[in-house]
T-cell receptor, first 114, second 113 residues
Framework: NAGVTQTPKFQVLKTGQSMTLQCAQD?????MSWYRQDPGMGLRLIHY???????DQGEVPNGYNVSRSTTEDFPLRLLSAAPSQTSVYFC?????????????FGQGTRLTVV | DQQVKQNSPSLSVQEGRISILNCDYT??????FLWYKKYPAEGPTFLIS?????DKNEDGRFTVFLNKSAKHLSLHIVPSQPGDSAVYFC????????????FGTGTRLTIIP
């Protein structure tokens, strides 16, 4: 059982480039989300989805797009990378619907924008 | 506005003693609280949770206490072991229909052998 899989694990981008961070889960979870972790700031929610076809913004959505065409996949797109987007990104999934259920996290993607 | 606060960035505890990690929150709509543990270069992993209708939840060496009137929760680890050295995040959610997790900034726990 793979759980939550994120690719790539590391990425270096130049300012202005675009890219997609991939996230897939095999637990049939309805709820998926993206977080970024920065030093001294904990994990902050970027975007989340409560099911296929439904997405919404979190705390820090600017500069990022998401879509949810299937239950399994929830890619995060950086439209025009900026140095402020240098961070570690985590994807998470959970059953949802019952409130407060345990979220499972991927291993993270460490992104550097130069 | 930090709705979930962990005011101690770091904590060192002797092996075998009790580790107490603290967390405060400001949003009275939070209904469910969770603790996550994170090792370097790995994603956070779930440790223990508590619903707002309880004041204590225990799982082996880990116990979480919730004081709703003070908007405070704590994680107790007894006895502390070297493998417990990690960053611990407190998180809160609004319960049914509002499962978004709001995280604290984390506390780095170091267990001294």
């Amino acid at each position: 059982n793979a759980g939550v899989t994120q690719t790539p694990k590391f990425q270096v981008l130049k300012t202005g480039q675009s890219m997609t961070l991939q996230c897939a889960q095999d637990m049939n979870h309805e709820y998926m989300s993206w977080y970024r972790q920065d030093p001294g700031m904990g994990l902050r929610l970027i975007h989340y989805s409560v099911g296929a076809g439904i997405t919404d913004q979190g705390e820090v959505p600017n500069g990022y797009n998401v879509s949810r065409s299937t239950t399994e996949d929830f890619p995060l797109r950086l439209l025009s990378a900026a140095p402020s987007q240098t961070s570690v990104y985590f994807c998470a999934s959970s059953y949802g619907g019952t409130g407060g259920t345990e979220a499972f996290f991927g291993q993270g993607t460490r992104l550097t924008v130069v | 506005d930090q709705q979930v606060k962990q005011n101690s960035p770091s904590l060192s505890v002797q092996e075998g003693r009790i580790s107490i990690l603290n967390c405060d929150y400001t949003n009275s709509m939070f209904d469910y609280f969770l603790w996550y543990k994170k090792y370097p270069a790995e994603g956070p992993t779930f440790l223990i949770s508590i619903s707002s209708i309880k004041d204590k939840n225990e799982d082996g060496r880990f116990t979480v206490f919730l004081n709703k009137s003070a908007k405070h929760l704590s994680l107790h680890i007894v006895p502390s072991q070297p493998g417990d050295s990690a960053v611990y995040f407190c998180a809160a959610s609004g319960g049914f229909g509002n499962e978004k997790l709001t995280f604290g900034t984390g506390t780095r726990l170091t267990i001294i052998p």
